[in-house]
């Protein structure tokens, strides 16, 4: 499974790079499936709410929700997030609390996360991360 980040998925929404259309058809055609984390989630209907066509934006999410399974926090992934964050913090390399959110759900389900903003995520321990 492919755990997608926020900034891929606005990229998918954009439609503008053709090399992110064939990746994501060449996955679908190996039959793997795509999640998204409720973190995620929370970013896409801040930005749909935020949009100036906001009828327009808000479909979309819920058009793409139907596409994506929806991993949410669980006390694993909790666990993940609060050793993660220590570890990090003891360091000295803290990383945005968002991202170590969706990057411990990813890890609690035994995701590959996939951004476009590797440096996001390159201090956290443990996870699997692919740049599209």
Do not use: H
């Not at 139907?66 to 609060?82: A, H, I, N, R």
């Not at 000295?92 to 035994?110: D, F, P, R, V, Y």
Request: net charge neutral.
């Amino acid at each position: 499974m492919y755990c997608l980040d926020t900034n891929l998925v606005i990229d998918i929404f954009r439609g503008k790079d053709p090399r992110l259309k064939s990746k994501i058809e060449y996955v679908k055609s190996l039959g793997t499936g795509f999640a998204i984390t409720t973190i995620t989630l929370c970013e896409l209907y801040k930005g749909a709410f935020l949009s100036s066509n906001k009828e327009q934006s808000i479909a979309q999410v819920n058009a793409f929700l139907e596409s994506v399974s929806l991993y949410t926090q669980d006390k694993l992934s909790c666990s993940l997030f609060g050793q993660d964050f220590a570890l990090l913090k003891d360091k000295g390399m803290q990383t945005e609390e968002a991202n170590l959110m969706i990057a411990s759900i990813s890890k609690a389900n035994n995701c590959m996360l996939v951004t476009r903003n590797v440096k996001d995520f390159r201090n956290i321990p443990n996870i699997v991360v692919d740049t599209w």
